[in-house]
């Protein structure tokens, strides 16, 4: 079975600080790995995706994120965090074969703070 | 493009009544995802649909919760009667098809309170 763990319920950074928000999957086959934020009362926004290729992929508002398959990891990153990037982050993971159904982990809630 | 639209953005209810929740996916976009989301359980897939055809519904709760797409446009979800655990945030997405690269563009949600 197909899963997604956010082993972190809340992250806290000072801002300026690189931040990371973790993300390890389990998926037989090849896995499609996604970041999304969610803002207080509003629904989720895609941040970036790996799919195939370079394992370090770069996606929206200056975040990107480490695809490592030996670890079974895509950690979410940023050099210097902002206030305004305090939200939730989901990581979710898809299967090649399983077409749209997408697993989400449970959620990383990140603060930072001035 | 105005994105994923969903109406009502807050519902509240009492127990026993019918719920319809309404979304309007991108224009193009040919697959319709209807997800729920609360603190105890997180974001649960409820059903899909591809070319309007429901796809997997596995993640229905039980028979008092429906899905319909009645064309590319427009999908409900409904919920008869409604149940207090039934609270809970719903969304919509939808993304380009059903493959598994491409992301998924959500609603704002409808906020769902059952009393």
């Known amino acids: 079975a197909q899963s997604v763990a956010q082993p972190e319920d809340q992250v806290n950074v000072a801002e300026g600080n690189p931040l990371t928000v973790k993300c390890t999957y389990s998926v037989s086959g090849n896995p499609y790995l996604f970041w999304y934020v969610q803002y207080p009362n509003r629904g989720l926004q895609f941040l970036l995706k790996?799919?195939?290729?370079?394992?370090l992929v770069k996606g929206s508002y200056g975040f990107e994120a480490e695809f490592n398959k030996s670890q079974t990891s895509f950690h979410l990153k940023k050099p210097s965090a902002l206030v305004s990037d305090s939200a939730l982050y989901f990581c979710?993971?898809?299967?090649?074969?399983?077409?749209?159904?997408?697993?989400f982990g449970q959620g990383t809630e990140l603060s930072v703070k001035p | 493009d105005a994105g994923v639209i969903q109406s009502p953005r807050h519902e509240v209810t009492e127990m026993g009544q019918e719920v319809t929740l309404r979304c309007k996916p991108i224009?193009?976009?040919?697959?319709l995802f209807w997800y729920r989301q609360t603190m105890m359980r997180g974001l649960e897939l409820l059903i899909y649909f591809n070319n309007n055809v429901p796809i997997d519904d596995s993640g229905m709760p039980e028979d008092r919760f429906s899905a319909k797409m009645p064309n590319a446009s427009f999908s409900t979800l409904k919920i008869q009667p409604s149940e207090p655990r039934d609270s809970a945030v719903y969304f919509c997405?939808?993304?380009?098809?059903?493959?598994?690269?491409?992301?998924?563009?959500f609603g704002p949600g409808t906020r769902l309170t059952v009393l």
């Open positions: 224009s193009g976009h040919n697959s």
């Open positions: 997405a939808s993304s380009l098809s059903q493959s598994s690269y491409n992301e998924q563009f």
């Open positions: 790996y799919i195939t290729g370079d394992n």
């Open positions: 979710a993971v898809r299967r090649d074969d399983q077409g749209g159904k997408l697993i």
